[in-house]
Every structure is written in C-alpha cells, then in structure tokens.
C-alpha cells in the first residue's frame, strides 16, 4: 500500500493539471454551444452541423500530436534533454504542417458543405463558422505542439494555466461577438468561431513565451539552434500518432453512430440519450486525466530504464482508472435525477435521461481500465494494436449489436437501451483486449532487457 500511494502520488502531480486542462477545454465548448443557442436555434444547428462534419478530423489532427508526449517522456526519463530539443525542433515542421493542411481542410469543407442536402439557411451559418474558426485550427495544432512538449517533461501546471486563462478569456469574446457589444456587429456562432481563433493564438502566444523564458525548459535548448526536418522523426510522429488519431475518430464514431441509430426513435429519446451522454463524457474527465498522466509517467519510467517499475506504474494506473470510475458509478446512480435536472425539465426527456445514466454507471468501470491501460500503452509507444482492438471492439461489436438491440431485439425492441447495452459490450471487449495487451508489453520490455542483461 505504501508502494502504491507513492506511485500514485506521481500520477497525482502529473494527472491534477490534466484534469484542469480538460475541463477547461469542456468549459470552452460548453460557452460556444450556450451562447450559440441563445442567439439563436438556427445559430446553435449551423455551429452543431460545422463541428459534425469537421470533429473527426480535428481528433486525428490532435492525436498525432499527441504522440509528442511519449517520445518526450522517454528521452526526459533518460535524461537526454538536448535531444529533447533537437526532437522538438524536427517535430515542429510536421507541427506547422499539419497546421497549415487543417486550416485548408477547414476551407475546404465550407466551400462544399453547401451542397449538402441539409436547411441551407442553417448550412450558410456553418459555412460563415468554419471560416471563421480555421485560423483557430492552425493555432491550435502548434499549442498542441508544444503542450504536448512541456507534458512530456511532466511540466503539466503551466499547461492548465494557459487553457484555464483561455476557458476565461473565451466566455466574454464569446459574447461580446456574438451579440455585436463594443461596437463589434453581431455575428451570431460565426462570432464563437472567431473567439475560439482568438483565443487559440492567444493561448499559443502565452505557452510560446512560458516555454521561451521560463527556466524549467532552459535545459532542452530548444531554441537554441535551427534544425531541418527529419525523415526518421517525422516517420516516428506518424507511426505513434495516426494510430492514436484514428482510434479517437474510431471511438468518437460509435457515439456518433449511436446518436444516429437512436435519432430514429425520436426527438425525446434522442434528447435523453444526448443528456446522459454529456453527464458521462464529464465525470469521464477524471479517467481520461489518470490516462494522459499515464503516458508521461511510464514513458519517463522507460526512459530511466527502471522498467519493473514501470510495469508496477502501469497496473497503478488502471488501479487509478478503476478507483475513479468506481467513484463516478457511483455518482451517476445516486445523483441522477440531480444531474439530469440541470439540462432540462421536460419530463419526458428526464426520464429518458435518468434511466440511461443507469447504463452509463455500468459502462465506467470498462471505460475505467480500458483508459488506464491505454494510456499506459502509449507510454510504451505501443498504439497500432490498440488502434486495430478499437475497430474490432466498436465497429464490428458495439455498433452492429447495439443497432440489433434498439431495433429487433432477442424477444422485443429495447430502444435506446439497446445501443447503450451494445456500448457496453463494446466497452467491456476493448478492456480486455487492451489489458491483456498491457500486460504483454510491459513483460516484453522486460524479458527483452533480461535478454540483453540491462536489469
């Protein structure tokens, strides 16, 4: 127990930032959708509609960049901190390209996102939004660039502290273009979309100057010098991160497709299911930090070669991951109908939604290891097999069982919680996989470091 609370300790210090950052993120998204919504219903629509058809590909944009950490983490554990720098400074040209493609995929889609066959009133609106919101794209991959820098090097706080300052900053500039104050016109979610570009470059500039001028970074000399781009590096970025990006799309689409094949059943239902949904993805917050920290943690772990260690730091995290997902079942039981009430007072659609937070209390404790282990994984740079239990787990169980489920049914339709038994499924298949998957690789580090007698 005293070993374990030690090694928590560490997740602790690295996970509590992370833990801010994301709700952060939520607070941001959650001002854009509110004051979008009380401009207007077709305002809110064209934002939704935008966001829809541009998400994924912001997720696979993110979880490239995402591999950024483990690669650090490694080389901070080993102590190689000119190196880190070197390596950073070959990332940054995937960094600024990827930034440069999603900005044109941005434009992109609102040139032909007209043509769809969808209200071309609402349509015009996402057109003007994504417009306005490709220059925050651009900004935002290079803040990903170098947050995923300082995480790597367990510098979390300074993170928290630029994203938090962004959630602020973005309620007011929010507002104030939305709604046309200070002399600004009123734009309606086309001026959420230029508040989150606003925001982003400010968030890239202030995380640029922390990194600048703060000595906790001084040692990895990341500005010291230029350096070209690299052919190997830019093959590692790719290699680590396509396979975490597309295992992001892969999990966002099954709750994509849930919402769809629940839509069928109505307006109430769909409401209920996107309520319970929403209370899920913010308790989830808490796993998901464990998770991220895991890949700081362990990749440091590696990196120090103290690799028993970091298999003990592995079964930590989902220890973690289960904790808290213990906790947030337990949360959801007891404090349904309290959640619920904050989203609506339809009594239809409450019902609906406290019924579903039944299975949504159920589904944390898979969703619980399956993030532990995870993001473990990644800090052993181990993340196509867990891309390919992805699809076998969601695409091939979760999706098809749950539409048979709301559908047909064994005996009778179940409805809504048809597909959320089907997510379970889902949940509790890709747990075991990626468990089991933990457990090999952090016994193969091992065996292979035995082998070569380095412990």
Not at 28 to 45: K, N
Not at 151 to 176: H, K, Q, R, W, Y
Not at 265 to 292: D, K, R, Y
Not at 367 to 392: N, W
């Amino acid at each position: 127990m005293k070993k374990f609370l030690k090694e928590s300790k560490h997740f602790l210090k690295i996970g509590i930032p992370i833990l801010g950052s994301q709700l952060s993120y939520m607070i941001m998204y959650t001002t854009d959708t509110i004051v979008a919504g009380r401009y207007g219903a077709d305002e809110l629509s064209g934002l939704v509609i935008a966001n829809a058809f541009t998400f994924p590909i912001y997720m696979l944009f993110q979880g490239i960049m995402f591999a950024i950490t483990p690669i650090i983490a490694q080389l901070y554990g080993s102590k190689k901190y000119t190196e880190i720098g070197e390596k950073m400074r070959q990332i940054f040209w995937v960094a600024i390209t990827l930034a440069i493609l999603i900005f044109f995929i941005f434009l992109i889609f609102s040139e032909i996102l007209i043509f769809f066959a969808l209200d071309k009133d609402i349509l015009a609106i996402s057109v003007s939004y994504l417009k306005a919101v490709s220059f925050g794209m651009f900004f935002y991959v290079l803040f990903r660039y170098l947050s995923s820098y300082s995480e790597g090097m367990t510098l979390t706080l300074p993170v928290f502290a630029v994203v938090f300052f962004g959630s602020l900053i973005n309620i007011p500039l929010d507002i104030i273009f939305a709604f046309g104050y200070f002399g600004f016109p009123e734009m309606g979610s086309v001026g959420c979309g230029y508040a989150t570009s606003l925001v982003s470059f400010m968030m890239l500039i202030s995380l640029s100057l922390i990194v600048t001028f703060s000595s906790k970074y001084k040692k990895t000399e990341l500005t010291k010098k230029f350096s070209m781009p690299s052919k190997a590096t830019t093959y590692e970025i790719f290699k680590l991160g396509t396979p975490i990006g597309v295992g992001i799309f892969v999990e966002m689409s099954m709750f994509s497709g849930a919402a769809i094949i629940i839509g069928r059943l109505g307006e109430v239902i769909l409401a209920g299911h996107a309520i319970a949904l929403n209370i899920a993805s913010i308790v989830f917050m808490l796993p998901l930090a464990i998770g991220l920290a895991a890949a700081t943690r362990i990749g440091n772990l590696i990196g120090e070669k103290r690799l028993i260690d970091a298999r003990y730091s592995s079964y930590t995290s989902v220890s973690l991951c289960l904790l808290g997902a213990f906790i947030n079942m337990i949360i959801l039981i007891f404090l349904k109908e309290t959640f619920t009430s904050f989203y609506t007072k339809d009594v239809l659609v409450f019902n609906v939604a406290v019924n579903l937070l039944v299975f949504a209390a159920i589904f944390q404790i898979p969703d619980g290891i399956q993030m532990g282990s995870l993001g473990a994984l990644r800090g052993y740079k181990d993340t196509f097999i867990p891309m390919i239990y992805l699809i076998i787990s969601y695409w091939i169980f979760a999706i098809p069982f749950g539409y048979f489920l709301t559908n047909f049914g064994f005996t009778t339709a179940l409805g809504a919680k048809g597909m959320w038994i089907g997510m379970i499924l889902g949940l509790i298949i890709f747990s075991i996989f990626i468990f089991y998957r933990l457990r090999l690789i952090s016994s193969r580090f091992i065996q292979n470091s035995l082998s070569d007698g380095k412990i």
